[in-house]
């Protein structure tokens, strides 16, 4: 898990590899933690760490969570990750042992598996979450959950756009997660076509050679 610095026009590079801001501050991890699991008197609850990028990151979180949990007598909550780097989809085979859920964000993934700014004035038309690149990603992360009996959702740009949502189902995506008003449009796409359908999309999207190729599909 990594913190993100305020910069002007950041590129993907200009981020170099840092401990998480949580993992080097465990006393502010821990306050936050203690919120989480007093929450859960309220209702259901669940605990997704950001930004992993490692297990051994993943693993110190879930000890540090656990010892929070004992210390309140509290009951176990499900726990999952955000899938944004590309080494969280290379190691997405032994993440997936450690948690009960992937989110996979779209927008983010996108911008590190691609090497581009999504927020550059000039270059953020080249951050397409539809690229072939990122979707074979979200193959292999859907691909590891499944082996480890454990969901995938994906939010971001593509959850709402009409022919990621196709896509994205066809993939194996359990859950999308998109902005209040874009829910009707995307309950609408999703009866429109049937598993087959999507499935045979998916297959295709994958098999393109740019983004471009995959929005022409029909």
Known sequence: MRPRRQQRNPGPGANRRRPSLCLNRPA??????RAIFRATAAGPVRIMYPMVSTLEELKRAKALTEEVRLELNADPVEIGIMIEVPSAVMMAA??????????????????????????HPLLSRQADGLHPAVLRMIDATVRAADQAGIWVGVCGGIAGDPRGVVILTGLGVRELSVSIPSIAAVKAQIRGFSLEQARGLAARALACDNAAAVRRLS
Do not use: K, P, W
């Open 28 to 33: 502010l991890f821990r306050t936050q933690l």
């Open 94 to 119: 032994e993440l997936a042992r450690e948690v009960d859920f992937f989110s996979i964000g779209s927008n983010d993934l996108t911008q590190y598996c691609l090497a581009v700014d999504r927020m």
